[in-house]
């Protein structure tokens, strides 16, 4: 059983960033594959950017690359999306999920545990 935590979100205005963190309970950290997702009103959940146990990195989503960036700490259990550059149309609620195993995949439907999420909101 793996709980998660997602902080860091907040308001902030084009341009600006912000860095998310999720805080994973469990002992056996590493064996996860970590995703952070993304959901805004009335769109269907987005897959942003995944990271396997070992620290690598999946391909980021179009809309964010070169401007997110993750990363994870297995000693501390945690995750880090830093946001750059945030965009108006990056306003959601983020996620981060976790599956046990090394693939990292984009459908939401393949992860096992979910943080409650964090609400990102970019001003014009």
């Known amino acids: 059983q793996v709980q998660l935590v997602e902080s860091g979100g907040g308001l902030v205005q084009a341009g600006g960033s912000l860095r998310l963190s999720c805080a994973a309970s469990g002992r056996t950290f590493s064996r996860y594959a970590m995703g952070w997702f993304r959901q805004a009103p009335g769109k269907e959940r987005e897959f942003v950017v995944g990271?396997?146990?070992?620290?690598?990195?999946?391909d980021y989503a179009d809309s964010v690359k070169g401007r997110f960036t993750i990363s994870r700490d297995n000693a501390r259990n945690m995750v880090y999306l830093q946001m750059n550059s945030l965009k108006p149309e990056d306003t959601a609620v983020y996620y981060c999920a976790a599956r046990e195993g090394r693939p990292v995949y984009s459908d939401p439907n393949l992860y096992d545990y979910w943080g409650q999420g964090t609400q990102v909101t970019v001003s014009s």
């Open positions: 990271i396997r146990g070992s620290g690598e990195i999946t």
